[in-house]
């Protein structure tokens, strides 16, 4: 890590309606440390995310949290849909706040990256009713074949979202980030890997995202254009290595979308935020020709990459991963020019510090 002050990385910066420390972000990362029968989360999820907010990290967004027994993909994973769960998460948002910073709840749905056993016994949803490929993580079973949705089963599932996001603002979380990425149920009305519908919400490209265009309607709906993020993705779980036909045909169709259900934030996800898909541009770069609004970053993101990033004005903000749960003083580390601490799957999996 170079030693060069990170003048934007630090700076303040409003986005939305949140007017943030620092120009940094902690990633969802999935941790399932909640209660596996309840989703409620405990004093030590509170722990964790207060000290990245003591530490100065502008906008935490947290882990995948449910919607419905029916979106839940791992053991362990948090919910936002029972009064109980939402009461829990009270405490989080209170700490994180008192130290200053803000927090928004990811909002999630699974679809077909589930099993039975997860979901209460009900089969996992899904846009058509094929099996991805592979296992639940930390399950070690097989993806379920899905249930094709029903029109109506769209609407229920529609209103889960909208309801989630209104019961985040309720547990005192200062707005929400859609997970519409890597495979997960949006996603999957999104690609024509799992959607092979044949009514509005199949066809082509345009035609597959009105599911997602309307989980976005209602949830703006529910909590307004600025505090709402949508984080979307080529990215899939089940198919690592998945890459649109033609990248920036595809980028600037999302982009349209946005734009039509009146989005102002967006979160493209990559694995690697320097890899090049198209023209010899990033995903971030090409994102950035048809999107002038606020754009979070991610992928495996440096100090110093995230620094030129922000400079350049591909990015707003700049998202970490895994260095943030190895380094629960990351920025001080940076500040400091210290070493960061790696991240060691292990360790870090095991523990929530």
Not at 154 to 162: F, K, N, P, T
Not at 236 to 248: F, L, R, S, V
Not at 249 to 273: C, D, L, Q, Y
Request: net charge negative.
């Amino acid at each position: 890590m170079s030693t060069r002050v990170k003048k934007k990385l630090m700076e303040p910066v409003q986005i939305g309606a949140w007017k943030l420390r620092t120009r940094t972000a902690m990633a969802p990362m999935t941790r399932c440390f909640a209660d596996d029968e309840t989703g409620v989360v405990g004093r030590d999820v509170m722990e964790y995310y207060r000290k990245r907010a003591a530490d100065g990290i502008g906008l935490i967004i947290t882990e995948g949290i449910v919607i419905s027994p029916r979106a839940k993909g791992n053991p362990g994973v948090p919910g936002l849909y029972t009064k109980e769960q939402i009461e829990s998460w009270k405490p989080v948002t209170e700490a994180v706040h008192r130290e200053g910073g803000r927090i928004i709840a990811q909002i999630w749905h699974v679809g077909r990256a589930s099993h039975h056993e997860l979901t209460g016994g009900w089969p996992p949803q899904s846009a058509s009713p094929l099996r991805a490929e592979g296992r639940v993580p930390r399950f070690r079973k097989p993806f379920d074949t899905p249930e094709e949705m029903s029109i109506d089963d769209i609407r229920e599932v529609v209103g889960q979202y909208a309801q989630a996001a209104k019961n985040a603002l309720e547990a005192g979380f200062d707005g929400v980030e859609i997970h519409g990425a890597h495979g997960y149920l949006i996603d999957q009305f999104n690609s024509d890997v799992s959607n092979r519908r044949t009514d509005r919400y199949g066809g082509d490209l345009a035609q597959r995202l009105t599911f997602m265009k309307e989980v976005l309607n209602a949830v703006i709906d529910a909590v307004g254009a600025d505090r709402t993020l949508i984080r979307f993705s080529a990215l899939k779980i089940d198919q690592p290595d998945y890459m649109w036909e033609e990248p920036e045909a595809a980028i600037r169709t999302f982009i349209e979308a946005f734009k039509e259900a009146g989005v102002r934030m967006i979160h493209p996800s990559t694995m690697n935020f320097q890899e090049t898909i198209a023209d010899g541009k990033t995903l971030h770069q090409l994102v950035r020709q048809f999107w002038d609004g606020m754009i979070v970053g991610v992928g495996d993101l440096d100090p110093d990459t995230a620094e030129q990033a922000i400079e350049e004005g591909i990015i707003d903000v700049a998202a970490f991963g895994r260095p943030l749960i190895a380094n629960p003083d990351f920025l001080h580390r940076v500040n400091q020019g210290s070493p960061l601490i790696e991240y060691d799957p292990k360790k870090h999996l095991a523990t929530l510090e």
